[in-house]
């Protein structure tokens, strides 16, 4: 499970990399609809990644496990989930605007 997690947050990592810039090449550009919608998708790609960095934290060091990672697993868990949602709504609402452009 420690190597599903340990892809999971490369993945998401490199997803998140590859749209933030595909949203500053947007602004660039003045489609600010566009770079929004693309922020969105960043947003949820580093909740992905968060999320995974917490589960690692929480599960994958289970004998170990400590105060100091149950409180990291948990901050990585809230900021992950808050990432995650926000970026769903956001890209529900720019999805939208997108398309009908």
């Known amino acids: 499970m420690d190597i599903v997690l340990f892809f999971v947050v490369i993945l998401a990592a490199g997803f998140s990399i590859f749209y933030s810039f595909r949203g500053r090449s ?9 770079m929004r919608f693309y922020t969105a ?10 999320i995974a960095m917490a589960l ?7 004998p170990e496990i ?9 901050v990585f868990l809230a900021l992950g989930l808050f990432n995650f949602i926000m970026g769903i709504k956001y890209h ?10």
Do not use: H, P
């Open 66 to 74: 400590t105060g100091w990672r149950i409180g990291v697993g948990v």
């Open 41 to 50: 998708k960043t947003n949820i790609a580093m909740g992905t990644m968060l």
């Open 56 to 62: 690692v934290q929480l599960v994958g060091f289970y």
């Open 26 to 34: 947007y602004k660039k550009k003045g489609e600010f609809d566009m």
């Open 92 to 101: 529900r609402i720019f999805a939208a605007k997108v398309t009908n452009s």
